[in-house]
């Protein structure tokens, strides 16, 4: 027979190995999210391919900061207009927002699906005003060329009475 401590033991045993796999499970859940958040980059280069997966390592303070740090330099660096439409400062904000994303999967998995939602959810709300945009400018255009049009055919026909 067992003493207790012995059982004791090999039920602490139990209870680290389930915590391990539960812990094991929940990491590569947390992978495939940010993989299916921001897929694996791939390459070839000389003649082998290259796979590049997001890293799952959760961030410090300090790479927040360097973050914030890199996102104001590379505005400066590539001369982006701080107000109106840019398209560099809209792809270095989505670039740092990604990034956030990332970091914020890593500690809860549930939060970063949220984030990515709300992220997609302005991106087709941009795209439509983007869209709404153009083709009020189209249709504006439109109304000035048959403005003009009219406005030659009347002084023609007021030519043609006088």
Request: hydrophobic letters at 35%; aromatic letters at 6%; charged letters at 30%.
């Amino acid at each position: 027979f067992w003493s207790v401590q012995q059982k004791i033991a090999v039920v602490k045993k139990e209870i680290n190995r389930y915590r391990q796999k539960k812990k094991s499970q929940e990491e590569a859940q947390t992978e495939d999210i940010l993989n299916s958040i921001l897929p694996p980059r791939e390459w070839t280069e000389d003649g082998q391919l290259w796979v590049q997966y997001v890293s799952s390592t959760p961030a410090t303070r300090l790479e927040v900061v360097t973050l914030q740090e890199q996102l104001d330099r590379r505005l400066q660096e590539r001369q982006a207009r701080e107000a109106g439409i840019c398209p560099i400062r809209e792809e270095l904000y989505a670039q740092c927002l990604d990034e956030l994303i990332r970091q914020v999967t890593i500690n809860c998995a549930e939060r970063g699906l949220l984030l990515l939602r709300v992220r997609d959810e302005i991106r087709m709300t941009v795209s439509a005003y983007q869209t709404l945009y153009e083709s009020s400018i189209a249709f504006g255009m439109r109304k000035a060329l048959v403005a003009e049009y009219n406005k030659t055919e009347r002084q023609a026909r007021l030519k043609q009475l006088q």
